[in-house]
């Protein structure tokens, strides 16, 4: 049976869907935009801020589906422009150690609420 992850300290679905599902011993974040839940912002700055923001958020999601980051085997980055990817890079390598999740990281053309960085992930517990 599937079970539904919500924290308050992530931003809450923007849309008919949840934070996280966990299923079989795996976590499955949703796409975590840099909206700060304190204010429903986004995170001031550029890119680096914002992928600082959208780790964050998944952070604190797995934590509360009793996991974290180290546990992480999957990423998918979506970027705005492609051209920020060293940026997003740069804040990514702080959140992650050896051995790193394996990883896509996609330009797209638009992401929800004009965000530069979006970032989904799949952990183990």
């Known amino acids: 049976m599937n079970k539904q992850i919500n924290t308050e300290k992530a931003p809450a679905a923007i849309g008919p869907y949840s934070q996280a599902v966990e299923a079989n011993g795996m976590v499955f974040a949703s796409g975590q935009l840099p909206i700060d839940p304190a204010t ?4 001031e700055g550029g890119v680096k801020e914002q992928t600082r923001q959208s780790l964050t ?3 604190q999601i797995l934590e509360e589906a009793g996991t974290d980051l180290q546990h992480v085997v999957k990423t998918t980055v979506f970027l705005s422009d ?12 702080e959140f ?5 999740p394996a990883r896509s990281a996609v330009a797209v053309k638009t992401l929800p609420k004009n965000a530069l960085v979006e970032v989904e992930c799949i952990a183990v517990k």
Not at 40 to 43: D, I, P, V
Not at 85 to 92: I, P, S
Not at 96 to 100: D, I, K
């Open 40 to 43: 429903g912002a986004f995170a």
């Open 57 to 59: 958020n998944a952070k």
């Open 82 to 93: 492609m051209a920020d990817f060293a940026a997003m890079n740069e804040v990514y390598a």
């Open 96 to 100: 992650f150690s050896q051995p790193f």
